[in-house]
């Protein structure tokens, strides 16, 4: 990441039914500096395995492909454990990736709920551990890709307007939730 940090896209999932199988909304909010500037969306497979290969199409094929410099999420699993490979969504689109969190997560809550309940469990776990650690940065964790510590909280900094959580988060989490159930509720 090199200079003012403007075009960045941030993604969340819409809230779902417990008893949910199949597919389930996700949103991205993408931003040109403080100015909402589109909004993208796409469907990943509850607690699947295609989350990072349906983003990285989303933001490889969107018309903000070329302005984009860097992707937020908003926690590393999307609709429920549909874990995204940072790493490889870093390489497949060149962007850097910021997982975002309010707090550190219970790792070891995490690791006996994949074992215990989720398909292909110990493979999401492996690709919770190469994320790295999270990391603290501003107001809020991190786990990162493409980008140093120094990098990670100057985005956090320059794409938090409301608060410690990105702009392009908070907005990709309304939309999910307004869209999905008809109002927006609940934090980032």
């Not at 993604?11 to 100015?35: L, M």
Request: glycine share 12%; aromatic share 4%.
């Amino acid at each position: 990441m090199k200079g003012r940090i403007s075009h960045v896209i941030g993604f969340d999932d819409a809230p779902f039914d417990r008893a949910h199988r199949g597919d389930v909304p996700v949103y991205g909010a993408v931003y040109a500096g403080t100015r909402l500037e589109g909004v993208l969306s796409l469907k990943v497979r509850r607690d699947g395995v295609n989350s990072t290969r349906r983003i990285a199409d989303a933001v490889n094929r969107c018309r903000f492909a070329g302005h984009m410099q860097a992707i937020l999420l908003q926690g590393i699993a999307l609709a429920g454990f549909n874990v995204v490979d940072i790493r490889t969504l870093h390489r497949e689109t060149g962007l850097p990736v910021l997982v975002v969190m309010r707090r550190p997560p219970d790792f070891k809550r995490i690791h006996a709920a994949l074992l215990s309940r989720v398909p292909g469990g110990a493979a999401k776990w492996r690709r919770i551990q190469r994320a790295g650690p999270v990391e603290p940065a501003g107001e809020v964790w991190v786990q990162r890709a493409g980008l140093t510590p120094e990098q990670a909280v100057s985005l956090i900094h320059a794409t938090a307007i409301n608060g410690g959580v990105p702009e392009p988060l908070r907005t990709a989490h309304l939309i999910a939730g307004g869209v999905t159930s008809g109002e927006s509720r609940g934090r980032v």
